[in-house]
């Protein structure tokens, strides 16, 4: 199937590992001019040289911090300088840490929201006159199955991603009819350096392991993310506009 992406820019956040980096190459194979953005400068370039080898594409890397929003700024105006103008946004701004609900002070509050709803905001912000321009635009967001069913654990990012969800859903009707379509995805168990940290085992291990409470039996790929978000990016997902789609194996229980 043709996604209808060739030559279009994609901003990738969070691209040089796990989910993101899962994106940007299934973009990337697509044949879409993809900018991989991430904090760090040396892991951004060597994940998109990467990407590049292996799927023959234009990747380019962008080195941001989306916890700070001037940052932010400046990396859409750098994108858009180098590549052009922006068609396709993924906010992928990572994960809180873990912790009991009452233990997290005003500043790690704070820091969450400007991660998960702040950083995304800014980034819609900067991308969406172009696409109004264009007449054409998709804005995905990474969320969580937290955003479903709270995780014991995680209560910044169960708070925040809802606030991100509502933030996306309100955009979806408010600019679908100039050709801007705004979904989420909210994964559920997948196989990455964070899920890693948080079993404490490596993601080889946990990848091998039985999965009972997952309906599939195993942890999701990267890869298997990067394609279902490569769709909502594409020009055949033009009738998708709004959603929060789960990509877990069916491990959710809510209906």
């Given amino acids: 199937m043709d996604l209808g992406v060739e030559g279009r820019v994609a901003l990738v956040i969070g691209a040089s590992k796990g989910i993101g980096y899962g994106v940007a190459a299934a973009l990337a194979r697509e044949g879409a001019k993809v900018a991989a953005a991430s904090r760090s400068q040396e892991r951004i370039e060597a994940a998109a040289e990467r990407i590049s080898s292996e799927q023959q594409a234009q990747v380019r890397a962008f080195a941001a911090d989306t916890g700070e929003l001037d940052s932010v700024r400046a990396l859409v105006a750098e994108?858009?300088?180098?590549?052009?103008?922006?068609?396709?946004?993924?906010?992928?701004?990572?994960?809180?840490?873990?912790?009991?609900?009452?233990?997290?002070?005003?500043?790690?509050?704070?820091?969450?929201y400007r991660d998960l709803v702040l950083a995304p905001l800014t980034l819609i912000r900067a991308v969406v006159p172009g696409m109004r321009e264009a007449g054409w635009g998709r804005i995905v967001n990474i969320t969580s199955i937290a955003t479903r069913e709270p995780v014991p654990g995680l209560v910044l990012s169960n708070?925040?991603?809802?606030?991100?969800?509502?933030?996306?859903?309100?955009?979806?009707?408010?600019?679908?009819?100039?050709?801007i379509l705004f979904n989420s995805v909210a994964p559920g168990r997948i196989a990455t350096d964070r899920i890693a940290k948080f079993q404490n085992k490596p993601v080889e291990q946990l990848m091998q392991e039985p999965q009972p409470d997952i309906p599939v039996g195993r942890l999701g790929?990267?890869?298997?993310m990067g394609d279902v978000v490569a769709f909502l990016c594409s020009?055949?997902?033009?009738?998708?506009?709004?959603?929060?789609?789960?990509?877990?194996?069916?491990?959710a229980r809510s209906i």
């Fill in 159 to 179: 708070s925040h991603r809802l606030a991100a969800i509502g933030l996306f859903k309100t955009l979806a009707n408010e600019v679908a009819r100039d050709g």
């Fill in 235 to 251: 020009q055949r997902a033009s009738y998708v506009n709004g959603v929060n789609l789960l990509v877990d194996g069916g491990l």
């Fill in 79 to 112: 994108v858009e300088q180098q590549l052009g103008r922006i068609e396709i946004l993924v906010t992928n701004t990572g994960g809180p840490p873990l912790g009991s609900s009452l233990d997290f002070d005003d500043s790690q509050w704070e820091q969450a």
């Fill in 221 to 224: 790929t990267i890869e298997e």
